[in-house]
Structure formats: C-alpha cells, structure tokens
C-alpha cells in the first residue's frame, strides 16, 4: 500500500468529523426559498456545509474502495501466535485529533484555511508515521485493531499491527494482506 492509498485511509478516518462539520453549520434559513436565492445571504458556513456532505460521499466511496482492495489477493496463510487488542488506538485518534473540532468556529475564512492546514500536518505525520490503521471510522464499520506476532512455515513476523473484522486469538489461522512493512490486514480462515 503506497502512500496515495494510506493517504485516503487518512481521509477516511475524518468521515466523522466532516459529519460533525455539516452538523455545526447546517443552517436552515440557507435552504429555504432556494429559488429566491441571494449572494448576500450567503455565508462561509453554507459553503462548509455543502463541502462536508461532498467530503463525506468521498469518505464512503473510499471505504467501499477499501472493503474492495482488501477482498482479493488474500490467500496465503498464517498462524498468529500471541496477539492483544490495541483497539484504544482509534479512540486515542479520535479524543486528539476529531473532537477538538466540536469547538472551532467555521466564521471566517482564516479560520477555516488553519483548520485545513492543521488537518494536512496530522495527515502528514500519520502517513509518515504509519499510523494511518488508527482510523476511528473503520472501527464504526468493524474493524478491530491488534498487535500481533504471526508465522508461517518460512517466517516470523513480530510485533505487527493487525486489522481485521474477525476476533482474533493466539493459534488462530489468517489469510494475510501486508498493507505495509508494519501493518497487515488479516481475515480468519474459520470466519469466511
């Protein structure tokens, strides 16, 4: 997986919070006697609004993207041999990172640049970082995250960050998808 396809992981994980922006700046006043529509009225929230429930459509069809890329190529094997729940990384994303935004006004146009900009130094850092699997919108969809040590019959893979919609266990067998060196998507043979 290159960068083009963490970076819209990326993207993905902000489904939530373009939903929170279209909640924050819907206004009602902007939709009524649309066909009387004036340019004077209008505000940079009602740009925002509209923006968001754009950003949204394209978070869905990514996730859809996603589910797609992680169907096929998936028919190698391997045992996990310890794993445990790292599932705290996504509320971590979001408590850090989505929920700060609540707060913010959207009321000026330099305000909603820095908001912009703050949102492109995170991407930036979790796409370097390989933190892009902390992705509070996958989990909604059920994805669970683990830290994982898994093998196969040639070799040992430590301390890899796993994701995957299935329970997993220690002795339980996977189809793989390495999505990076570090991250891996795994599927429960047992589960299919």
Request: charged share 20%.
């Amino acid at each position: 997986m290159g960068t083009k396809e963490q970076s819209q992981l990326y993207v993905l994980s902000l489904y939530f919070l373009f939903l929170m922006i279209a909640v924050l700046t819907f206004r009602v006043e902007a939709f009524t006697n649309l066909y009387e529509w004036n340019f004077n009225k209008f505000r940079i929230e009602d740009l925002l609004f509209a923006l968001s429930l754009v950003l949204m459509a394209i978070c869905e069809y990514l996730r859809r993207q996603f589910e797609r890329y992680l169907s096929g190529g998936v028919g190698d094997t391997l045992t996990v041999i310890e794993c445990r729940g790292e599932d705290y990384e996504n509320l971590t994303f979001l408590a850090t990172y989505i929920i700060p935004f609540a707060g913010m006004s959207f009321d000026t146009i330099n305000k909603v640049v820095a908001y912009v900009l703050l949102l492109v130094v995170i991407g930036v850092i979790f796409i370097k970082t390989e933190k892009y699997y902390a992705n509070p919108t996958l989990a909604i969809f059920g994805y669970r995250l683990y830290k994982a040590d898994l093998s196969d019959s040639n070799s040992f893979y430590s301390s890899i960050m796993v994701i995957s919609k299935s329970e997993l266990n220690a002795g339980s067998n996977v189809h793989y998808k390495f999505l990076s060196d570090s991250v891996c998507f795994v599927r429960e043979i047992n589960n299919e």
